[in-house]
């Protein structure tokens, strides 16, 4: 995969802390002995030492109604007063928060004092429209400042938000409205990709006019990005430019319960409807700020972070929004994409802004481990201090790459496991303290308690053995359910292995040092370039689709996304004739189908047409096998199908019987 063997090159020593760096970090080892002598005491100090608080909490950790947990009741905070209200008041308004960088190579920059009258316009543009506390609000946007603030402006009230990936459809985007009860959609008339400018406003108006249904939806609140022509509704749409500059640039930020709900944000599971995702104010804001500190070893008086995640995934909410802006730092926002207008553009970017902390996706060093390391070496990165891989496991490969080409073979990187249900980093290296091991997440941050379980749900420690990854004890940005189905909640992750112990759905191991290495998904969840996406979605897309009887997804590895979507379809007799006629044409028509319905992330790399499925005596697809086929194995145990012919049938079909 690479030019040379970078293992070989590898000085293990050099994977020690450096003293000069462990001298200036935010995290130290004392942290484990500290949170390990006493959990509750500190979450506490994390939570005074980091935040504002309007009202002092009375209770820690109330667990009584486990799983349910909540965390410094009674306390009572603003989070938009945190993350920007307070910096301008401690005399840090001209202090950068965005280095704003557009697909179109236009630039903005928002200092803390700027943000603070931004917010306050949106957050009263908001209230104009009929948004109070406890209302839902959706935001369909781009990588742009107003995002932000519109989020911003949705803690600040109270209402939660529910960001919704520009990346999915109409179709995926109806469902979550419906779901969330948004009464307010924010978006913008189209979005830059590529240098081009493509339509947003249109799957928003599809979303909320679904064929005539009622819709919650009450108003649609307009940025205009692109100037790319739209649909208007009278009395529904409003255009940003004509309610937003003229508000006014104070808003009072009224406290809210540190159990107040922050926002929800919708994630693929095992089954076909995704899940509502929630989190509340308190505890969330306090882990974010917390682990933006350690683990990225933010240093808001110096660094320059940026994280290179959408705002519509988790990571952009806890790593762009909340953490980094809590603790005053100064960042980076990219809306475009790394290979426009020339394949160094992220490196231009770092040059140009001295970013001194980088926090990506390991799909991403793999694709720049492709285009060449004399793509980064023509620009000067040695500001880099800290890298950061989030998303998926990173292989030792890219791991070195990263660290050589990147950072300069001497930047810590942190390998970040987490997920949208934890709110924030819960496994990792703490930069400055860990001695790096390529590959592996390592170990639990401070507070945080984690094992590995067998089958029969034991805890063990011998290395290499393969077992189930859970989490322990209630830390604070949990999830506190899934948005209006609290049985889905206990089921789904407090139920396998018993109501003491969180099951995250991920395979683990020890290795012989005790460093814990993720080993991807155990469930029907894929992982393709960092992002969540089920095989039972992606089915029910295909069965909607005219010609298909039955469909059975697989994500298949794949070098550069981790893995990717395969599809096995079985045609409706009376669409055999037609996809006979025009084979390219009936799969063609197949992606395409999935990208309406899901978005364009979940368009399979390939359909195969098969004329049977491999199936247990009990009907259950044996998806194992097909993905067998998928990464061109020969076929592994096939003796539990009910039918053993199906998969020469299968390989028969595909040319390879
Ligand atoms: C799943 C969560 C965390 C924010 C982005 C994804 C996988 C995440 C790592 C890592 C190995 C990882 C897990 C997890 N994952 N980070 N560093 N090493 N696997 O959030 O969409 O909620 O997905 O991503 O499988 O369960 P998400």
């Known amino acids: 995969m690479t030019e040379d063997n970078l293992s070989s090159h590898l000085d293990r020593a050099s994977l020690a802390p450096d003293p000069e760096f462990t001298a200036h970090a935010n995290g130290t080892q004392a942290m484990y002995a500290e949170a390990e002598a006493d959990h509750e005491g500190f979450w506490a100090r994390q939570a005074r030492e ?61 200092t803390y004092a700027d943000l603070l009258a931004e917010v306050c316009k949106t957050a009263n543009t908001l209230a104009s429209l009929g948004v109070g506390k406890g209302d839902t609000v959706a935001i369909y946007m781009p990588m742009i400042p107003e995002t932000v603030f519109t989020m911003l402006a949705c803690a600040r009230i109270g209402a939660p938000h529910s960001v919704i990936f520009g990346g999915f459809s109409a179709e995926a985007l109806h469902t979550r409205i419906a779901d969330a009860n948004a009464k307010l959609v924010v978006t913008t008339d189209g979005q830059w990709r590529r240098g081009k400018p493509a339509p947003l406003k249109m799957a928003v108006d599809e979303a909320v006019d679904h064929g005539g249904a009622v819709s919650p939806v009450e108003k649609v609140l307009v940025v205009q990005r692109t100037g ?59 882990q974010a700020a917390y682990t933006n500190a350690v683990v990225h070893d933010v240093h808001p008086e110096t660094d320059v972070y940026w994280c290179t995640a959408d705002v519509g995934w988790v990571t952009g909410h806890s790593y762009i929004v909340y953490g980094p802006l809590a603790n005053g730092a100064t960042q980076v926002l990219f809306e475009g994409t790394p290979d426009t207008p020339h394949q160094g553009r992220w490196w231009e970017i770092v040059e ?214 395969v599809a096995f379809v079985i045609l409706r007799s009376e669409a055999t004739d037609e996809a006979a006629a025009d084979e390219d044409g009936m799969i063609a028509s197949l992606r395409n189908h999935v990208a309406k319905e899901i978005g364009p992330i979940a368009k399979p790399r390939s359909v195969m047409v098969v004329p049977e499925l491999p199936k247990t005596r009990s009907g259950k697809i044996m998806r194992r096998l097909l993905k067998d086929v998928a990464e061109g194995r020969d076929i592994g145990d096939a003796t539990t199908l009910a039918d053993s012919s199906v998969m020469a049938l299968i390989a028969k079909g595909l040319g390879k019987g």
């Open 352 to 565: 140009k802004y001295g970013v001194t902390i980088l926090y990506t996706a390991p799909t991403a060093i793999r694709t720049f481990m492709k285009w060449g390391h004399d793509i980064p070496e023509r620009f000067d990165l040695s500001t880099i201090r800290v890298l950061g891989s989030v998303g998926e496991p990173i292989n030792p490969e890219a791991w070195l790459w990263y660290r050589k080409y990147i950072g300069g073979d001497r930047a810590p990187i942190v390998d970040t496991w987490w997920q949208t249900e934890t709110g924030a980093i819960m496994i990792s290296p703490l930069p400055g303290v860990t001695t790096l091991e390529p590959g592996s997440a390592q170990r639990p941050i401070p507070g945080v308690s984690a094992e590995i379980l067998d089958d029969e749900g034991h805890p063990f420690t011998e290395p290499e053995k393969v077992g189930y990854l859970v989490l322990t004890k209630p830390w604070p940005s949990m999830l506190r359910g899934i948005w209006g189905d609290p049985d889905r909640y206990v089921d789904t992750y407090w139920h396998r292995f018993g109501p003491e112990y969180y099951f995250a759905g991920d395979g683990a191991k020890y290795d012989a040092n005790g460093n814990i290495w993720l080993l991807g998904r155990v469930d029907d969840v894929m992982n393709v370039s960092g992002h969540r996406l089920s095989t039972a979605e992606i089915e029910s897309a295909l069965v909607s689709h005219h010609a298909v009887a039955e469909a059975a997804v697989v994500g298949a590895s794949d070098e550069t996304t981790g893995q990717a979507v």
């Open 50 to 110: 980091r935040i504002t608080w309007a009202r002092d909490f009375d209770q820690v950790l109330d667990w009584s109604n486990a799983p349910f947990a909540q965390w410094f009741v009674g306390g009572e905070l603003n989070v938009a007063y945190n993350c920007v209200d307070r910096h301008v008041e401690a005399g840090r308004g001209d202090k950068v928060a965005f280095h704003f960088e557009g697909d179109q190579g236009d630039t903005r920059t928002i």
């Open 228 to 286: 790319i022509e739209v649909r208007w509704t009278e009395g529904r749409d409003v255009w940003w430019h004509d309610v937003q500059p003229g508000q006014s640039s104070t808003h009072e930020a009224v406290p809210h319960d540190a159990e107040h709900p922050l926002f929800i944000l919708y994630t693929s599971g095992t089954t076909g409807k995704p899940k509502g995702i929630f989190h509340t104010t308190g505890g969330y804001l306090t």
